[in-house]
């Protein structure tokens, strides 16, 4: 079963920023963040992962709670092209090795 | 960088038939993963492999599939039989092999449909 909770559909304006949360209140000291993504009919993406501290690359932020019991990525400008399904995926390679989906976030970007 | 390249993208066929599908991983990377990925569902694992070596096929229904992954590089997943429950996408994943933050990257999948 997945360890993280998202809600099922999020909508944003074209250009605004989208904020999608995830709940992983059962998180592992050792365990990181993942997010990835699945846009129609093609492979899911990684987009960001972290352990405590905050994250940006050039896809995304990812922002960690002090407690580790959430987190929130940040599409700083969503565009019509951002329009996925978003997994957050707790994960730790030397466990199990595998990714456990869950139903993750249908994000729709509006113009 | 070239990423995962599968093939094909797309297969059909008829029940009972066998089918195979090929997976190249990013150059580099030692291991490799098949996900299925039923319609509306998040991809479940199938197989991990570390090099040659199957490190988890717990969730591989040995009846009807096999993997490969000779010299450690490219691998084929096949189905023989395949039934209708077999329609699906097939993800070949790989990662580096590192420790902990061991990053796997997707192909675009094969999409299978059985009639």
């Known amino acids: 079963d997945a360890k993280t909770t998202q809600p099922t559909s999020m909508d944003c304006a074209e250009g605004r920023a989208a904020n999608l949360p995830c709940n992983h209140s059962?998180?592992?000291?050792?365990?990181?963040v993942y997010w990835y993504r699945q846009i129609h009919s093609q492979g899911p993406q990684y987009i960001i992962h972290?352990?405590?501290n905050n994250e940006t690359n050039e896809m995304a932020s990812l922002i960690i709670t002090e407690d580790r019991k959430s987190s929130t990525l940040i599409l700083p400008h969503a565009t019509l092209r951002d329009t996925a399904v978003y997994y957050c995926i707790v994960y730790i390679a030397s466990n199990t090795g595998k990714l456990i989906f869950g139903q993750g976030t249908t994000l729709q970007v509006k113009p | 960088e070239a990423g995962v390249v599968q093939s094909p993208r797309y297969k059909i066929i008829e029940k009972k038939q066998p089918v195979a599908f090929w997976c190249n991983p990013i150059s580099g990377h030692n291991t490799l993963y098949w996900y299925l990925q039923n319609l509306g569902q998040g991809p479940e694992l199938l197989i991990r492999y570390e090099n040659e070596e199957a490190v988890d096929d717990s969730q591989l229904p040995k009846d009807r599939f096999s993997a490969e992954r000779l010299k450690g590089v490219d691998s084929t997943l096949k189905i023989q039989p395949a039934e209708l429950g077999d329609s699906a996408v097939y993800l070949c994943a790989s990662s580096p092999g590192l420790a902990d933050t061991d990053t796997q990257y997707f192909g675009p999948g094969t999409r299978l449909t059985v009639l």
């Open positions: 972290g352990l405590k």
């Open positions: 059962t998180i592992s000291g050792n365990e990181y």
